[in-house]
């Protein structure tokens, strides 16, 4: 054994005994009053699923996204790339691009698969970069600009770098100090900023604002309001601080804390109710992506910007047996959150999350029992980091089988006709399900399959924690490098520079740590290496999994942290692994993983990110009376000081419809008034359908009006049942909200994908993403609406249909310190598709099918 494997065999020994010393024995921490209070078994979290061996997976199916092998390979193809040759650089997205939709459908399980090639976005030297790399042949077979305005999602560098360098600045430290705000409390967020004319050309930004965590684990709850600060991405430069909130107080913490350990007691209201399945479910997923439950069949996948896609849905026809197609694939596009309030410090607060944080980055793993029930599937995600390493998301997809009492059709007949029938059919459903913590919100994305042939799309809105353990937000405190609030003034400003620079650049580890190949060529745009996986050192093929080894992403290393509260220039000798974004924090002494909460407000065994805060505004006011009738809130008053902002929420999925074969029809159906003659009838109005096929894009953009009622209809004219009507599926919406904001608004014309609610384009492969590839500070120059107002020919076509569900928020008291869910969706149903309804070939349930669940002798 050489020198280089002594060094790296003892390095990842040292690693392992750090972690198991530091989950042994916690170091202590300052008292809280809800430290000792025991969970109870029944808010107990039970274990995840059995982890699985990523680095040995290999492809079974042309959609099948890429392993660790493949991104490790895709990883050495970049760094050996002519032209990231000795130049700083940062992997955006590393995905599957997949094969042509033809050569999909031609393939049979047991034919090679077709090549395989990763797509992949990539900045360097100011430039974004597309390119694809032939896993096979080794090379980049594709090179090109990236193309329209915005950048790519934004990486941990990105995070990190800019929530440090507004440290850096004395004038900062002293504005928050004299907002009377520990510096050891500080827990600031890089934000998103729109974009808003030519002064924000040239210049990848982020706006970092600040919170305090002081006497709460719910810091959402205490802004330093008012408090804004410009940073360049690229430069790590200051740009503008703006201060506007002096006069504003800090909101109190009391009766802020979400955390079952916080409260004082609680109530048992109902008794517990699980799912039983004595025979196990009904499901199966092969080959780990092609899932097979009752009539259905689809393959699925994790995905880093969408969460996850659907492909090659189809279903078993009971008159024929056999597979018809459905859709070829579906998924979240894009989401829009535009919050309404146009003062300074919150206009800019119109968020597109799947294309500026990734809705699959922001996944959280799913917690058996609560997010997923008993017998469910639990499915990995297999990403890249920002040096091209691949680490695992752990648990982020359940497949389960469910059942809520619902009936899925019933008919009984009264005695007097002289048949007593009684005919009821269970409802059970195949739930493929996500969820992703994306700010101060939880998105739970359902996709719900059902035997009657129905595909149900849900959204769940859930005001969850903005939580630390993802990408998008990383909360480090002064503490963590040792100054104190007295020697961050101008005094010490260009120490702390060179402190906080050393900490950013700190966030690179030698790629050797991770077994081969050479740092020098692989590096993000912030430093001379990007994140590094930190264990797996024996293979290249090997992969973290961050959620049970090293935190959450991007295994970065720290050296030197301590977060002890009473006396931060004590680092710890035991190193912590927590869950700073995926952080390897080595030094830190601090009672749990997750940084985004002090050790003096933490609890050893509470959990993260399923619960949380709205987000607020501080505010002078601590009663209504106080408001001036004239003045505009832009929200609703929750608590002393505490204002809820008015905010949408839009929701766009992408649907390529392929109703028994590609080329289909969009057909409107509109329900009409029309007049019966007096001698025909003693009735004087009825209605009728009139179908109308849209011939080009225009055609098809639907804003739904309830005094313009109609049906929805992909159709294939060219299959007929056997009564002479077109086969099809129909787009069934439910609750939804219109976009409201001015078409000419920035904010609106980078969301113009919102301005109908569905829009119908001919198939296009780089027409996936409504707001655009690039959405960060995009100008709305590469939208749906751009693209439907081609208005193409879209009759008899391969069609893709776009929905954007809608929730307006206007915040209640009900919403404070967390908000319940709530939810829309909207249905895939079938229209003649069938020769007769496929639930007759459904058995209803009998006694000896079920188990008997008994209640305890003393319930």
Not at 351 to 368: H, I, R, S, T, V
Not at 397 to 417: K, L, M, N, Q
Request: hydrophobic content about 35%; glycine content about 6%; aromatic content about 8%.
């Amino acid at each position: 054994m050489d020198a280089r494997s002594v060094l790296l065999l003892f390095s990842a020994v040292l690693l392992t005994l750090f972690t198991l010393s530091i989950l042994s024995s916690p170091p202590s921490h300052k008292a809280d009053p809800s430290k000792n209070r025991k969970t109870p078994a029944f808010l107990q979290t039970p274990t995840h699923h059995t982890p699985r061996r990523h680095s040995a997976a290999v492809p079974h199916h042309p959609l099948d996204p890429l392993t660790v092998t493949e991104i490790h390979r895709v990883k050495h193809i970049i760094q050996n790339h002519h032209f990231f040759t000795n130049k700083a650089y940062a992997l955006h997205s590393v995905v599957l691009e997949e094969p042509e939709k033809q050569a999909v459908l031609r393939w049979r399980k047991g034919n090679p698969l077709p090549p395989r090639k990763a797509a992949v976005v990539a900045r360097a030297g100011g430039e974004t970069l597309v390119l694809t790399a032939d896993v096979g042949s080794g090379e980049v077979v594709r090179h090109e600009a990236g193309r329209a305005s915005g950048y790519p999602t934004m990486t941990v560098e990105d995070m990190t770098s800019a929530t440090w360098a507004p440290l850096a600045s004395a004038d900062f430290n002293r504005t928050v100090v004299a907002r009377g705000v520990d510096l050891e409390d500080l827990a600031c967020l890089p934000l998103s900023t729109g974009w808003f004319g030519k002064n924000e050309e040239n210049r990848r930004l982020v706006k970092v604002q600040c919170y305090t965590t002081e006497g709460t684990a719910n810091f959402y709850m205490r802004p330093i309001e008012g408090l804004t600060v410009v940073v360049d991405l690229d430069t790590h430069e200051i740009l503008e601080i703006t201060e506007k909130g002096r006069d504003v107080p800090i909101p109190n913490a009391a009766n802020t804390d979400y955390r079952f350990a916080a409260q004082n007691s609680y109530q048992r209201l109902v008794n517990p109710i699980s799912l039983e399945q004595p025979k196990g479910p009904s499901f199966t997923v092969e080959d780990n992506h092609l899932v097979k439950w009752a009539n259905w069949e689809f393959h699925l996948k994790p995905d880093p910007r969408a969460g996850v896609i659907i492909s090659r849905a189809m279903v078993l026809d009971p008159g024929t047996g056999e597979m018809r197609n459905v859709m070829y694939k579906g998924l979240t596009s894009e989401l829009f959150v535009p919050y309404m309030d146009p003062t300074d410090a919150w206009y800019f607060k119109t968020y597109m999350d799947a294309g500026e944080y990734g809705f699959g980055l922001q996944a959280m793993p799913l917690d058996p029992l609560n997010d997923c029930p008993r017998n469910a599937y639990y499915m990995d995600g297999v990403f890249a980091a920002a040096d091209g390493t691949p680490y695992v998301r752990s648990s982020m997809v359940c497949v389960f089988e469910s059942y809520a009492g619902d009936i899925a059709w019933r008919h009984a007949e009264s005695p007097i006709t002289g048949m007593e029938i009684r005919e009821v059919r269970p409802k059970v459903t195949l739930v493929v399900r996500m969820a992703a913590s994306v700010a101060n919100y939880d998105y739970i994305v359902d996709w719900e399959f059902q035997t009657d042939g129905l595909i149900r799309i849900k959204v769940i809105l859930g005001l969850l924690l903005f939580t630390i353990n993802h990408l998008r937000h990383l909360l480090l405190h002064p503490a963590s490098i040792h100054l104190s609030a007295q020697n961050l003034g101008v005094e010490s400003s260009e120490a702390f520079r060179h402190a906080s620079s050393d900490m950013i650049n700190s966030i690179s580890m030698d790629e050797s740590f991770v077994g081969g190949g050479n740092s020098s060529s692989s590096s993000s745009s912030s430093s001379s290496s990007s994140p590094a996986v930190a264990a797996d050192v024996a293979a290249e093929s090997e992969v973290v999994n961050f959620d049970e080894k090293v935190g959450e992403l991007s295994g970065v290393v720290v050296e030197g942290v301590s977060s002890e509260r009473e006396d931060s220039s004590n680092s710890s000798s035991t190193p912590f692994v927590g869950e700073l974004s995926g952080v390897v924090v080595e030094g830190v002494s601090s009672e749990r993983g997750d940084s985004s909460i002090r050790s003096n407000v933490g609890d050893g065994k509470s959990k993260v990110g399923l619960s949380g805060i709205l987000m607020v505004k501080g505010s002078t006011y601590s009663n209504t009376n106080q408001v001036n009738n004239e003045e505009d809130l832009y929200g609703t008053l929750l608590s002393e000081n505490v204002i809820g902002v008015i905010h949408d929420h839009f929701i766009t999925f992408y649907l390529d419809m392929d109703v028994d074969g590609a080329n289909n029809s969009f057909v409107k159906v509109n329900l009409q008034r029309e007049y019966a003659s007096p001698a025909e009838s003693p009735r004087m109005s009825y209605l009728k359908a009139v179908r109308k096929v849209a011939k080009t894009e225009k055609d098809a953009q639907v804003k739904i009006n309830l005094h313009d009622p109609s049906e929805f209809h992909i159709v294939n004219p060219t299959k007929k049942t056997r009564v002479g009507n077109p086969v099809g599926y129909k787009l069934v919406p439910s609750g939804t909200a219109a976009n409201l904001l001015d078409p000419k608004d920035p904010p609106q014309q980078r969301g113009a994908f919102t301005n109908n609610q569905i829009w119908v384009t001919p198939y296009n492969t780089s027409e996936q993403w409504a707001g655009g590839a690039f959405v960060s500070q995009s100008h709305g120059d590469d939208t749906l609406q751009v693209w439907s107002n081609r208005d193409r020919s879209i009759e008899k076509k391969d069609i893709v249909v776009w929905y954007t569900l809608g929730f307006h928020h206007v915040p209640c008291q009900e919403d404070f310190p967390i908000m319940p869910t709530v939810s829309s969706s909207f249905d895939l149903k079938p229209v003649n598709f069938f020769e007769r309804n496929p639930i007759l070939n459904i058995p209803p349930n009998f006694e000896n099918d079920l188990p008997v669940c008994k209640a305890d002798a003393s319930a």
